[in-house]
């Protein structure tokens, strides 16, 4: 399976399978056909069609092609394209959530956590229960070495001092467990300082700082206790810790743009020439009716929006009014790509990857915390629930009708189970908004990719 498409100036065609990318011409884009047959069958008639084109230029366009079918670089055929050899189910642990703040010092309008409580009772997580994850992840972890750890919110600064003790005893656990560990924090900023900046920097291999963009767009949702903006608030502090990793260590800031700014590639440059180098801005997910959801009449401005934050994209670093940035969802490793296994499984909510609740009850993710109907069980009895880790493991991507015949299927891994399930009420069908979207933005990528291989 081949995938064709025109972007920006580019003609590319994606080799499914293989990941193959190849910027053509219009004539070898001519003779490509998308349902797996070579229209070099209808040669001739292509030929005609472009006079510009001498016939020995054309025979040896055609055995290129040739040779690249019997290289398997086009038209790959793949055995899991066809079936699931893999039993998702007995799957090893590998990353877990840790909910260690179920508070938050603001009060976003659109937060999905209910402003930091998940529905429920606003706690924070003890550090021996943190200790409890992590010798239940090490147990559970099979013969996996590295093991992530996100500490999430809520606002995971409100409960720092425990975050310290359930890092450190991970830490003390490595030499005689045999993993090693990787933690993640993510912050709204509210907290920031001096201090702590300085010991999430030396310990987290990842921080994932809140900010929407423009001053008005975050302010819009993004507000205190106290019902006023937070931009004022926190851009200084998420700047200098964005700052102090630059170039050095792995951090993202994130926003989430809603209906109130479709014209989000304005909120992504805003944070480039704020100084932030690493961003991704992802759209809401809200109910129907409140205002700020997304709906299905946005998506042509939406769509339109991702190509001109790519066509700008290829621009950044010239100049001032063009600063050099990375942007989440551009990003393509193509001379590497992910294996079959990661593919299929996707995030792999519900089975190796579980959220865990400030008491130490296990979710799929952290967007199902709060709905009884997904808690799989706690960390003293483990998963009790193995019919909802199940239906997890099931819902991967060659189970997911929609997703066998998407060509941006190996991308995203079927999507997210939470919006399926918000949306659709099905794991197995993917929430279609979402698919458009990341299509538009793997399309995308790949045109910076190849526009980037041509610059070499």
């Not at 590319?12 to 219009?26: A, I, P």
């Not at 205190?224 to 792995?250: E, P, V």
């Not at 995203?412 to 990341?438: T, V």
Request: proline fraction near 2%; charge should be negative.
């Amino acid at each position: 399976m081949i995938h064709k498409f025109k972007k920006n100036g580019y003609n590319l065609v994606l080799d499914v399978e293989s990941g193959t990318v190849l910027d053509t011409d219009e004539f070898v884009w001519d003779l490509l056909g998308e349902d797996g047959t070579l229209t070099g069958a209808d040669a001739d008639a292509v030929l005609a069609a472009h006079p510009e084109i001498s016939a020995e230029d054309a025979q040896t366009a055609l055995e290129e092609i040739d040779g690249m079918i019997k290289e398997d670089l086009l038209y790959t055929q793949n055995d899991a394209s066809e079936h699931n050899p893999f039993d998702m189910r007995a799957r090893d642990v590998k990353a877990l959530c840790l909910h260690v703040a179920h508070d938050c010092n603001l009060r976003c309008e659109y937060c999905f956590a209910a402003q930091g409580d998940f529905k429920g009772e606003r706690l924070l997580m003890k550090a021996e229960t943190g200790k409890k994850a992590i010798d239940f992840v090490i147990a559970n972890s099979g013969s996996r070495r590295n093991i992530e750890i996100d500490f999430f919110g809520g606002e995971p600064l409100m409960n720092l001092d425990a975050v310290k003790e359930i890092l450190e005893y991970a830490r003390s656990k490595e030499a005689e467990s045999g993993k090693h560990f990787n933690f993640t924090l993510t912050t709204n900023g509210v907290l920031l300082n001096d201090e702590n900046r300085a010991w999430l920097d030396e310990h987290m291999d990842n921080m994932v700082l809140s900010l929407d963009g423009r001053e008005e767009v975050n302010d819009r949702m993004r507000k205190t206790i106290n019902g006023k903006g937070s931009y004022a608030l926190i851009r200084d502090d998420i700047l200098k810790m964005a700052q102090l990793r630059d170039g050095k260590k792995d951090y993202y800031v994130r926003g989430t743009f809603t209906r109130n700014n479709l014209d989000f590639s304005n909120d992504v440059r805003f944070l480039a020439g704020e100084g932030f180098r690493s961003i991704s801005v992802e759209p809401v997910v809200a109910e129907d009716g409140c205002g700020y959801e997304l709906r299905e009449e946005d998506l042509p401005e939406i769509l339109d929006q991702y190509d001109r934050l790519a066509a700008d994209y290829l621009k950044r670093g010239a100049d001032e009014e063009h600063p050099d940035f990375n942007f989440f969802h551009f990003n393509l490793n193509l001379d590497a790509g992910p294996c079959v296994y990661k593919r299929l499984s996707g995030c792999g909510a519900g089975a190796d990857y579980l959220a865990v609740t400030p008491d130490g009850d296990l979710y799929p993710c952290h967007q199902f915390v709060g709905n009884t109907d997904f808690r799989l069980g706690d960390l003293d009895s483990g998963i009790e629930r193995t019919d909802i880790r199940d239906r997890f493991a099931q819902a991967n991507l060659m189970e997911k009708e929609s997703c066998r015949t998407c060509w941006a299927r190996y991308f995203c891994g079927g999507g997210c189970h939470a919006n399926a399930w918000n949306f659709n009420r099905d794991l197995k069908k993917p929430y279609r908004a979402a698919c458009e979207m990341e299509r538009c933005r793997v399309e995308n990528a790949l045109m910076i990719y190849a526009a980037e291989r041509e610059s070499e």
